[in-house]
């Protein structure tokens, strides 16, 4: 049995159900939980949440042959990829790279693999079967952390993910959690060394789940976070270290901010969810109506002004 997510479900039709926003890609979850010990994750070994959960989102069980007659069926339009999430076993690596084989066989989307790979063998292995573009999770920005809550060596983690980024260029992508206990520069050091190697970078924010070691811990504030999604944008625009100025390592202000970027940042851009391409991710972080960490869609005049608003730094946005 496969899980996917209560969202993409419905927008294939194997739920009656509505929603607000559509999914843009199907999100797949592949592996009965994983060896690895995130403390913030429903899936580590050593949680005692919901194993049907991941981050906010719920992942009921299908058969392999019911997703794929749903999806030669679709005629919405809405999906426009394929996000398979594999758990952190070798036994779900198998079983996705089987799956994606299946479907392969009959579907031209992309599709898109978050796993645990470490070697370049195995990499080669997941584009010669029609891989798109693989996910290697570092999921803290400084080295303390991610081995704390890891328990893996962080400078070969960054080696093989930067290795992998030059190798398969704009195939790699990573992503970390805001509100781990990082600060800002520590993520300006890691995002300008990856996207200066060629890995597509998107972030998450940190959501506490029951069961999990870290379930009474907060979600970030919502000013550290757009001063990342800002400061990450303007990274991936050729922004160097001397545009920006950290005090204590978090981020202070941003200089010369340039005409292009600011009109960007007057729609919203910043501020969209970022990674694959066609990922949405809707309500993967947030509750509706409540605080909107990523936008899945375009920002309305007012959420632009909102978000500007929330980073409450004194940039120049004409
Ligand atoms: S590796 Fe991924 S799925 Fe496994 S426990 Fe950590 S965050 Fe959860």
């Known amino acids: 049995m496969i899980n996917l997510s209560y969202g993409s479900a419905i927008e294939i039709g194997l739920v009656n159900a509505t929603m607000d926003i559509n999914p843009t890609t199907a999100y797949i979850m592949i592996g009965n939980g994983c060896n690895n010990k995130c403390a913030f994750c429903s899936q580590s070994i050593e949680s005692t949440s919901r194993k049907d959960k991941l981050s906010r989102v719920l992942w009921p069980k299908y058969n392999k042959d019911d997703i794929l007659a749903s999806l030669l069926n679709y005629r919405r339009g809405n999906i426009k990829r394929i996000c398979v999430q ?30 645990k790979v470490e070697t370049e063998e195995e990499m080669k292995n997941l584009f010669d079967i029609g891989v798109d573009n693989v996910g290697l ?31 398969y260029k704009d195939k790699i992508s990573t992503h970390i959690i805001i509100g781990l206990g990082e600060n800002h520069e520590d993520i300006f050091d890691l995002y300008k060394e990856l ?21 009474n811990k907060k ?4 000013q550290d976070y757009r ?19 950290f005090v204590n390592r978090e981020l ?6 340039k005409r292009k970027e600011n009109y960007d940042i007057k729609r919203g ?20 109506g409540g605080t909107i960490y990523n936008y899945s869609r375009e920002l309305t005049d007012d959420e632009c002004l909102k978000a500007i608003s929330e980073l409450g730094m004194n940039i120049e946005v004409r």
């Open 86 to 115: 594999a758990m952190g076993t070798n036994e779900a690596l198998e079983m996705s790279k089987e799956f994606i084989r299946y479907i392969k066989a009959s579907l031209e989307f992309p599709i898109s693999l978050s796993a």
């Open 137 to 167: 999770a570092i999921d803290a920005a400084n080295k303390e952390l991610y081995e704390k809550i890891k328990g893996n060596n962080f400078d070969e983690k960054v080696q093989f993910i930067k290795k992998m980024g030059n190798r």
């Open 195 to 215: 996207i200066d190697n060629n890995v597509t970078v998107s972030l998450f924010a940190f959501t506490p789940i029951k069961g999990t070691k870290l379930e």
């Open 219 to 222: 979600q970030p504030r919502i």
């Open 227 to 245: 001063k990342v999604q800002l400061m990450t944008y303007l990274i991936k625009c050729g922004y160097k270290k001397e545009d920006f100025e």
């Open 252 to 257: 202070k202000n941003i200089k010369n901010i």
């Open 269 to 288: 851009i910043p501020f969209l969810i970022s990674g694959c391409k066609d990922c949405n991710r809707p309500y993967y972080n947030e509750r509706p």
